[in-house]
């Protein structure tokens, strides 16, 4: 495992890390307190910053509002924006748990210090190689990073095993990615530290010399695939798979999850307990309730993603079980890492 607890100056580098993470991503709170109406819990209950909208976290939530008859304010942003929030604000944050959608915001809010260890109980929910070693944070759901196409022009046996071929010249001005998104650049992160920056590097300027296409997010991506302004790119699978089910089986873009080096793997979405907050057994509580069958069956039916609690049945669309999927490195993803990422980035011209 890499070394992971030396501090560094966590808020520089989040500064420096929102404007290529979170622009076009809706930057600044929104609040949403489901207390106070109608047959609604009058109980007050925790505060929840959410990196997760609020079509992929609202059933979940009002499931544990009903059921708890607590209401739990939530503050939606970006992950990364409410990492950096959650830093500046120390113990003192009103936060009372953290649910982040891309990992390197929860990794610095747990080097600042900031997060309480969970129950022994809430982590043996979810697989080790899901959760913290620490035990700090806990997976919530998975997210496959992969190559989607248009089956209207390519089958499988077109595509390459390893998606860092795709600066081959047979797929000049044929592919597109989204740069800015914060799975993009978390997967670069898995990528360099896996086999170097010289071949990050490589791939990233083969890609931008060979005409990759730059989408604003991960929603353009697949709508340019659809439409065949582009015949492949490097996708979250649960895009594709929420057009499928809208669309139904003729939509023209499938996944392939390519066989070698980081051609897909697991990024997840994490939970956590801030160490400050004086309503940390509520705030468990609310952990368990995001890890039952109930709600782990809500993030897999409304968003596509993999649930990873053990015997809550997938989406029948992820047709790929989340095992054959190779999962993330144990170790969360240092800040400085990303950052280093995205200086790379920069100097390919992929940012």
């Not at 047979?170 to 990615?177: L, M």
């Amino acid at each position: 495992m890499r070394p992971l607890r030396h501090r560094i100056p966590l808020l520089p580098l989040l500064a420096g890390l929102l404007l290529a993470v979170s622009i076009g991503a809706g930057c600044g709170f929104g609040t949403e307190n489901a207390g106070g109406g109608e047959g609604e819990p009058e109980t007050e209950g925790i505060t929840l910053y959410s990196g997760r909208i609020a079509a992929a976290l609202g059933g979940a939530n009002d499931a544990y509002e009903a059921d708890s008859d607590t209401d739990v304010e939530v503050r939606y942003a970006a992950s990364a924006d409410l990492g950096a929030q959650i830093v500046e604000e120390g113990e003192n944050s009103p936060a009372d748990a953290f649910f982040a959608q891309e990992f390197p915001a929860m990794g610095a809010v747990e080097d600042a210090g900031l997060l309480a260890e969970l129950p022994d109980d809430v982590l043996e929910m979810v697989p080790p190689e899901y959760r913290d070693p620490e035990g700090r944070w806990v997976g919530v759901t998975g997210r496959a990073r992969t190559v989607a196409y248009n089956s209207d022009v390519l089958s499988p046996a077109d595509l390459p095993e390893n998606p860092l071929d795709f600066t081959e010249p047979e797929w000049e001005g044929r592919v597109g990615w989204a740069p800015i998104t914060g799975s993009f650049q978390e997967y670069m992160t898995q990528v360099r530290l896996a086999y170097g920056d010289e071949a990050a590097r490589d791939f990233l300027q083969g890609m931008v010399d060979n005409g990759v296409t730059a989408y604003p997010n991960n929603v353009a991506l697949r709508d340019a695939i659809a439409n065949g302004e582009i015949d492949a790119g490097l996708i979250n699978h649960y895009y594709v798979a929420q057009a499928i089910a809208q669309e139904g089986d003729d939509y023209p873009v499938e996944l392939f999850y390519p066989k070698q080096g980081l051609g897909s793997t697991v990024l997840l979405t994490t939970i956590g307990v801030l160490e400050g907050s004086d309503r940390k057994e509520e705030a468990f509580d609310y952990v368990r309730f995001m890890l039952n069958d109930e709600s782990q069956s809500f993030f897999t039916t409304s968003s596509k993603e993999y649930p990873l609690v053990p015997g809550v049945k997938r989406d029948p669309s992820l047709e790929l079980p989340l095992a054959k999927i190779p999962a993330p490195p144990s170790e969360p993803l240092d800040l400085a890492e990303l950052q280093q990422t995205v200086e790379l980035m920069e100097e390919t011209g992929a940012l």
